[in-house]
């Protein structure tokens, strides 16, 4: 591909000069950079990164294979966010760069297309997924899946196919769209006015926390609206560099939200939450969504942030069994919205709650989106190090509020014999619940 326009595309997407110049190349975002850690290379820091993406922007560095693959080795976990002291919007930088990086295709000629395929038509496609998921039950519950474990045919496959396999979440026996009405009212008086986005994976593989979290919103007071025109919030594309479809998606949930009256819109999965935050700044300088799109995101909590904040009464008696937790931060919540205190707060509140902080809480498990299925080897050792912290707290229950997460950590107890229990907090909540509903 011709350099010139590669350039002048790259130039285009990113952030402005003045915004690349914000990093002051002090260092501090090196300690917390898992990437980093792995190789000690400099490229493979977010300095280092910002500093390529400058160099290719400014036409001084050539757009290649070794860029692109670190923008791709970068996990966009933004913990260099947090620790950033210049306030560099790293996260917006990596997303422009991936962006670029796509249109570029230096993989396989067929990867990208798949990629894509995939996410534009099934995730992001309510009935394709639901059909796609279908299909996948079968192969949970006939048998199948465990005679082809058993028979060992993935292993001839390459690229560790059948370890990823292994990742490939339970599909929910019915799904959450089917089950939730679009107006659900507690049983005594309104007292918040809610809204609800069920998600795409969420709705077919995770559909118990969705009903967790629409029970436990009714059990404090929670008017629940939950549209039925609602889409994918297009995480999954924007952070793999589909921005445009990505925006489509965007504009399609604001308009079917838009025509409804609430006051928070409650997400459950950490990635679709800080997404759907973002939105005001992904459609900043759209002449007709900048606005809604500032109205919507301001709406944007998470389960944990909306409890730990609102603090609402609970309506129901709480069962004080014993159990013995500890907390794991879903990147996307602490990083990209800034929310970790408030789902410790929730959790400590809990009768019966015996609670052991986590060390390195806050580091990335290696989920990451798909990045655990693209970049299976590299994931894996970032989740051989969580898998050791929570074995170290000896709790028996860890709480993480990402689906991603959750499905990661939960192989992680497999592969490196963890006896551990892996939950969402609304479930955790909901279980203290149970005999009343
Ligand atoms: S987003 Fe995470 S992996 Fe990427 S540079 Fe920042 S700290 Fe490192
Ligand atoms: S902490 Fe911020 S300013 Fe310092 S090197 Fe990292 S990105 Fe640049």
Known sequence: MPKKIQYQELAKILPDDDILQQCM????????????????????????????????????????????????????????ETACPAGVKYGQIIEAARVVVDKANYGSKVGLPIKRFALRN???????????????????KTGLQKLIRSSGLLKLFPNNLSEIEKLSPVISDKFSDTQIKEIELPEGEVKYKT??????????????????????????????????????????MGHNGDMDFALKLARKNIDAFE????????????????????????????????????????????????????????????????????????????????????????????????????????????SAGIYNVVRYEDSIKMLERKMKNIKNTNADVVITGNPGCMGQIKYGTQKFNVDVEVIHPVTFIKRKLKSKI
């Open 25 to 80: 190349h002090c260092g501090l975002c090196l300690a917390v950079c898992p990437t980093y850690d792995l190789t000690k290379l400099e490229r493979s820091s977010p300095r280092g990164r910002i500093r390529m993406v400058r160099s290719v922007a400014r036409g001084e560095m050539e757009l290649s294979p070794l860029f692109a693959d670190e923008m791709n080795f970068c996990l966009d976990c933004q913990a260099c």
């Open 122 to 140: 099934i995730v992001a496609s309510k009935n394709a997924l639901k059909f796609v998921s279908k299909l996948l039950w079968i192969y949970q």
């Open 195 to 236: 809204a609800f986005h069920f998600g795409c994976l969420m709705n077919t593989m995770f559909a118990d926390i969705n009903i967790d979290t629409i029970d436990v919103l009714k059990e404090c007071g929670c008017k629940v609206i939950t549209p039925k025109d609602q889409v994918c919030c297009g995480s999954l």
């Open 259 to 366: 025509k409804q009256d609430y006051d928070f819109l409650i997400s459950n999965s950490a990635g679709c939450g800080a997404f759907m935050k973002d939105y005001a700044h992904l459609l900043k300088d759209d002449p007709v969504y900048a606005e809604k799109a500032k109205i919507f995101s301001s709406k944007v909590k998470d389960i944990t942030e909306f409890l730990a904040e609102q603090k609402p009464e609970f309506n129901f008696n709480l069962e004080p069994e014993t159990a013995h937790v500890t907390y794991h931060d879903a990147c996307h919540l602490i990083h990209a919205q800034k929310v970790s205190e408030q789902p410790r707060q929730v959790i400590k509140s809990l009768p019966g709650v015996n609670y052991t902080e986590l060390e390195e809480a806050s580091w990335c498990c290696g």
